[in-house]
């Protein structure tokens, strides 16, 4: 029970966290971090291990997965450029950075072990890229691309930490070793993630059931992952890849049921998975600091050293990945030079989270090789709070002082309405083929729906006072409102049946739900 309680009291304070960010217009992430690290010191509080294994295969794939059936395929093939940019060439290039700079201040450490705490410190979070981004109202590409590299990253950096630490360790490790790491890790987890991918589509199309549908998609994060572990492929790249083609497919293998009930399922579990985290980082603070055994002097010293060589080599890394490749005219009159603002935002968003110290934790033990590891793990949460602390909290203040532009909603409505306008035209013309069937009340009360629906759209694009659509909305959830009372007054009376009050309550709760974004707008 101790255990359960623990779980429990570590929910409800995320919860209250997140809660208590959004009142005050912070970012959950961060504020959740600092709880962590000041309730890692309140007497009595327990003592949260966290263990790598927990995160790397219990919690990291449902989060992958979800972000992952969220991004637009189109949209990430169209950035692929600068997500494996990011993704595969930033990694390397700030893992052996780090390295360099590390074995500088410690020469007694193996250089390989130095490589191998860059590679645990390079990659940015999915988790605080995706929280923070959107949080900001950051432009759809720049979201695009910072999700992208995040969904990527863990897979190369967790590869050549696997590298990096054999030979350090003394396994043999020569150039067909490592492209063979890289082919088993890369491939294999494409390989698995695809085929799994189609043998899960392939349930989700025959099951009829919605809660049949969600809990195979509660299932399908490690029915991915974990015949990919066991091969020693990644299992990060076999989860986003099915991630990526069962989101694309969603909607022609699931009912619309199906859709709205796991897609309920999925915001829930993603919310208490993401205060969570953050929570546990913070949490860590205690046991880093007790285990850890360096001078303190020489401890901040190397901390600041790592922290601005990744500050500064993620930026020295972006601006030419931007530039170079449109130097090339075909890149080019596909994707022209954008402004100096995104590669600066980009730059700027390198928050680190729970992987990296995750993969901290799995470093070898000092039994097996000599260095100091207590060092290391301190490193990496350095790593994750500065970077999350600081970058995240100013990342807003920096977009503004970049004067980045959001993205136009007039634009993106211009387009919703002339798509919505085809569509309403498409559900006319099936209506006219199938009217002589049905009532002629009934093919006109549908004619009508569908102008509405293709009207409402063009209305958001107007100035001024209270559009019809949105008089609608207000008006109609006030009847409903109505129509809710005199249920639940006719159930307390005795004149039906509960079961009666549920089945009206569920039309009712719908029908408001979809006027919910009518009165938005």
Same mark, same amino acid.
């Given at each position: 029970?101790?255990?359960?309680?623990?779980?429990?009291?570590?929910?409800?304070?995320?919860?209250?966290?997140?809660?208590?960010?959004?009142?005050?217009?912070?970012?959950?992430?961060?504020?959740?971090?600092?709880?962590?690290?000041?309730?890692?010191?309140?007497?009595?509080?327990?003592?949260?291990?966290?263990?790598?294994?927990?995160?790397?295969?219990?919690?990291?794939?449902?989060?992958?997965?979800?972000?992952?059936?969220?991004?637009?395929?189109?949209?990430?093939?169209?950035?692929?450029?600068?997500?494996?940019?990011?993704?595969v060439g930033l990694v390397i290039f700030t893992a052996f950075a780090v390295g360099i700079v590390l074995h500088m201040l410690l020469p007694e450490v193996p250089f390989a072990l130095c490589v191998a705490l860059g590679a645990v410190v390079a990659p940015p979070d999915a988790v605080a890229a995706t929280a923070v981004a959107r949080r900001i109202g950051l432009p759809r590409r720049i979201v695009t691309i910072l999700e992208g590299e995040s969904l990527i990253n863990?897979?190369?950096?967790?590869?050549?930490?696997?590298?990096?630490?054999?030979?350090?360790?003394?396994?043999?490790?020569?150039?067909? /070793?490592? *492209?063979? #790491?890289?082919?088993?890790?890369? @491939?294999?987890?494409?390989? &698995?993630? $695809? !085929?799994?991918? =189609?043998?899960?589509?392939?349930?989700?199309?025959?099951?009829?059931?919605?809660?049949?549908?969600?809990?195979?998609?509660?299932?399908?994060?490690?029915?991915?992952?974990?015949?990919?572990?066991?091969?020693?492929?990644?299992?990060?790249?076999?989860?986003?890849?099915?991630?990526?083609?069962?989101?694309?497919?969603?909607?022609?293998?699931?009912?619309?049921?199906?859709?709205?009930?796991?897609?309920?399922?999925?915001?829930?579990?993603?919310?208490?998975?993401?205060?969570?985290?953050?929570?546990?980082?913070?949490?860590?603070?205690? /046991?880093? *600091?007790? #285990?850890?055994?360096?001078?303190? @002097?020489?401890?901040?010293? &190397?901390? $600041? !050293?790592?922290? =601005?060589?990744?500050?500064?080599?993620?930026?020295?890394?972006?601006?030419?990945?931007?530039?170079?490749?449109?130097?090339?005219?075909?890149?080019?009159?596909?994707?022209?030079?954008?402004?100096?603002?995104?590669?600066?935002?980009?730059?700027?968003?390198?928050?680190?989270?729970?992987?990296?110290?995750?993969?901290?934790?799995?470093?070898?033990?000092?039994?097996?090789?000599?260095?100091?590891?207590?060092?290391?793990?301190?490193?990496?949460?350095?790593?994750?709070?500065?970077?999350?602390?600081?970058?995240?909290?100013?990342?807003?203040?920096?977009?503004?002082?970049?004067?980045?532009?959001?993205?136009?909603?007039?634009?993106?409505?211009? !387009?919703?309405?002339?798509?919505?306008?085809?569509?309403?035209?498409?559900?006319?013309?099936?209506?006219?083929?199938?009217?002589?069937?049905?009532?002629?009340?009934?093919?006109?009360?549908?004619?009508?729906?569908?102008?509405?629906?293709?009207?409402?759209?063009?209305?958001?694009?107007?100035?001024?006072?209270?559009?019809?659509?949105?008089?609608?909305?207000?008006?109609?959830?006030?009847?409903?409102?109505?129509?809710?009372?005199?249920?639940?007054?006719?159930?307390?009376?005795?004149?039906?049946?509960?079961?009666?009050?549920?089945?009206?309550?569920?039309?009712?709760?719908?029908?408001?739900?979809?006027?919910?974004?009518?009165?938005?707008?």
């Open positions: 029970m101790d255990g359960l309680g623990e779980i429990v009291a570590l929910v409800a304070i995320a919860v209250i966290g997140t809660a208590l960010a959004r009142k005050f217009g912070l970012l959950a992430p961060i504020l959740l971090v600092v709880a962590g690290l000041g309730l890692s010191f309140v007497p009595g509080f327990p003592e949260i291990h966290l263990e790598p294994e927990l995160v790397l295969v219990g919690i990291l794939p449902p989060l992958l997965y979800v972000a992952a059936i969220e991004t637009s395929v189109p949209a990430f093939r169209f950035n692929l450029r600068p997500i494996l940019l990011l993704a863990d897979a190369t950096a967790l590869v050549l930490l696997r590298v990096t630490v054999g030979a350090a360790t003394g396994a043999a490790v020569g150039a067909l /070793d490592v *492209v063979g #790491d890289v082919v088993l890790a890369a @491939g294999g987890g494409v390989a &698995i993630g $695809a !085929a799994g991918a =189609v043998a899960i589509s392939f349930l989700h199309k025959r099951i009829q059931d919605p809660l049949l549908d969600t809990a195979l998609s509660l299932l399908t994060p490690w029915l991915i992952v974990l015949p990919a572990e066991a091969v020693h492929s990644s299992g990060v790249v076999a989860v986003v890849v099915a991630g990526l083609y069962i989101g694309h497919r969603m909607p022609m293998m699931m009912s619309a049921a199906s859709r709205l009930q796991t897609d309920a399922f999925w915001r829930i579990t993603q919310f208490l998975l993401e205060g969570m985290v953050f929570l546990l980082v913070g949490l860590q603070l205690r /046991d880093i *600091v007790r #285990d850890l055994e360096t001078p303190w @002097g020489e401890v901040l010293g &190397i901390t $600041a !050293a790592v922290v =601005v060589t990744l500050i500064v080599a993620r930026f020295v890394w972006v601006f030419p990945a931007t530039y170079i490749p449109r130097l090339i005219p075909s890149i080019r009159r596909r994707d022209p030079f954008p402004p100096i603002s995104h590669p600066s935002v980009i730059g700027f968003a390198g928050m680190r989270g729970v992987v990296t110290l995750a993969a901290a934790l799995a470093l070898p033990t000092t039994d097996e090789v000599a260095y100091p590891r207590d060092l290391f793990i301190w490193l990496a949460f350095a790593v994750i709070v500065v970077t999350l602390v600081a970058q995240g909290a100013t990342l807003p203040a920096f977009a503004r002082m970049m004067r980045l532009s959001p993205d136009d909603p007039a634009k993106d409505t211009l !387009a919703e309405a002339a798509v919505q306008n085809a569509a309403s035209r498409a559900a006319r013309e099936r209506l006219d083929a199938l009217a002589h069937s049905a009532p002629t009340a009934a093919v006109q009360r549908l004619r009508d729906l569908a102008d509405h629906r293709s009207n409402k759209v063009w209305e958001r694009l107007g100035g001024g006072g209270e559009t019809p659509s949105r008089a609608y909305g207000r008006l109609r959830r006030e009847m409903i409102d109505a129509e809710r009372e005199v249920f639940r007054a006719a159930r307390d009376e005795g004149r039906i049946a509960e079961e009666v009050l549920r089945r009206a309550q569920r039309d009712l709760d719908l029908e408001e739900s979809l006027l919910q974004r009518t009165i938005e707008g």
